[in-house]
């Protein structure tokens, strides 16, 4: 069984760092495209970082510069850095790892709220 479980966030100021965690169990991280994505209040889930097989990663416009998506192999797990948060950053972050071979299944962590104060 493929499990994500999302951890690190929390309520912090703006200008201050998060880091959140993924932890991927039943699967190797690294043989996948692994992402982030949030869904804030009133909106659409959207894809804030991703990294693949080959380690070439792609960031959100709203986030380049600011978050650093990067993995540890021996833990098996997935990491956001988030760097210079503002409110706009305030959501619900869900960890995905999508297979790149059939059937190409897609699994989602439960989420980890983010909520950046003024």
């Known amino acids: 069984q493929v499990q994500l479980a999302e951890s690190g966030g929390g309520v912090v100021q703006a200008g201050r760092s998060l880091r959140l965690s993924c932890g991927v169990s039943?699967?190797?991280?690294?043989?996948?495209?692994m992402g982030w994505y949030r869904q804030a209040p009133g909106k659409q889930r959207e894809l804030v970082a991703q990294?693949?097989?080959?380690?070439?990663?792609n960031y959100a416009d709203s986030v380049k510069g600011r978050f650093t998506i990067s993995g540890d192999g021996a833990k098996n797990t997935v990491y956001l850095q988030m760097n210079s948060l503002n409110p706009d950053d305030t959501a619900d972050y869900y960890c995905?790892?999508?297979?790149?071979?059939?059937?190409?299944?897609?699994?989602w962590g439960q989420g980890t709220q983010v909520t950046v104060s003024s």
């Open positions: 039943g699967a190797i991280f690294r043989l996948n495209t």
């Open positions: 995905n790892l999508h297979q790149t071979w059939p059937p190409r299944r897609d699994y």
């Open positions: 990294i693949t097989p080959t380690g070439s990663t």
